[in-house]
């Protein structure tokens, strides 16, 4: 699965620290998500997504 | 939610258990009249460092979804490790070890918990480098 987490976050101005402590995780898995090493689960897609007010499909999406 | 914080902290814990256990055989037999008294002795401290480390400290270290999930996948790698080393041992078992005045088969029983910390906590450092 793709995102483009790093680009909102940049927008946003979020480090990833900032981004892990909003969403309740660690900096860690913010990393593995943005690098697409780990897909996160519905209910973390939701929070990610309710942090920069968009809808997950937005930010996550299938690779063609 | 430090998961390589806590493999630190449980190789360390593991080691320092290894060092205790084989304290306990060096100086002498154990203080007990009955083995049965120490057998137990022994298995309510392997439960007691099992809850701790195992149950307590992943409570406390408040584990992510992906860490929870590096942790089962550390524990199902390390179960799969920790029997293969179980089988080299027991095949080693009868290996004339006179000269540290200690015989394998008498003693290996006694060092199972922290052989098993070890091998976790080696895993998880695996894993997570993998992961990386």
Redesign the interface.
């Known amino acids: 699965m793709k995102n483009n987490l790093h680009v909102l976050r940049a927008e946003k101005r979020l480090s990833q620290d900032d981004l892990a402590k909003l969403v309740?995780?660690?900096r860690?898995?913010i990393n593995?998500i943005e690098r697409e090493?780990?897909d996160?689960?519905l209910p973390?897609a939701l929070k990610i997504a309710k942090v920069f007010n968009k809808k997950v499909e937005e930010i996550f999406f299938l690779e063609d | 939610m430090n998961l390589k914080k806590f493999f630190k902290d449980e190789l360390y814990f593991g080691i320092f258990t290894l060092f205790i256990f084989s304290f306990v055989l060096i100086v002498d037999e154990p203080p007990f009249e009955k083995q049965w008294f120490g057998s137990f002795i022994y298995l309510i401290i392997s439960w007691a460092v099992y809850y701790f480390v195992f149950v307590r400290s992943v409570k406390e270290f408040k584990l992510d979804e992906r860490e929870s999930m590096l942790f089962t996948k550390t524990g199902n790698i390390s179960a799969f490790s920790f029997i293969t080393l179980l089988i080299v041992i027991f095949y080693m078992q009868e290996i004339d070890a006179s000269f540290i005045n200690i015989s394998i088969k008498e003693t290996w029983g006694r060092f199972l918990l922290p052989l098993f910390l070890i091998c976790h906590a080696v895993t998880g450092f695996i894993i997570i480098k993998r992961e990386n």
């Open positions: 309740d995780v660690s860690q898995t593995a090493k780990y996160p689960s973390l």
